[in-house]
């Protein structure tokens, strides 16, 4: 990422997601670096750091975004962020269960060859 703003190491949260830049009239798609990090001597906040890759954003120059939050703020947002993840695996949890039934049968149907049922 040439010009890169934020610092990435070992500690950063995450080095690689997928992210994109939206305004009225564009849509830029670039790999980022998502970092949550508060100070190191008397933390009296959060920061959420966003940086997209500027290599591959034409519609908007290098830069990264950054939210501060409260400790309450954080709270809720990591709060927002379990339950939605939590969504999203029920749902693949599902969708691992439709698979199941490779001869396109209906996997909720009663098997008709199945006297117990």
């Known amino acids: 990422m040439p010009n890169r703003l934020l ?4 500690y950063t949260t995450l080095d690689l997601v997928d992210a994109a830049a939206r305004g009225h009239d564009f849509e830029d798609e670039a790999v980022a670096v998502l970092n949550v990090t508060s100070p190191r001597k008397n933390p009296d906040h959060v920061k ?3 940086e997209l890759d500027n290599g591959q954003l034409e519609s908007v120059p ?5 939210v501060t939050l409260s400790a309450e703020e954080a709270r809720a947002v990591a709060s927002a962020l379990e339950s939605h993840a939590e969504k999203v695996e029920a749902a693949a949890a599902t969708d691992e269960d439709d698979s199941v039934a490779t001869d396109g049968a209906d996997p909720t149907a ?4 199945d006297p117990s049922e």
Do not use: S
């Not at 290098?62 to 950054?66: K, M, Q, T, V």
């Not at 009663?110 to 060859?113: G, L």
């Open 7 to 10: 610092r990435v190491n070992a």
């Open 62 to 66: 290098a830069h990264a975004d950054e």
């Open 48 to 50: 959420l750091q966003l």
């Open 110 to 113: 009663a098997d008709e060859d």
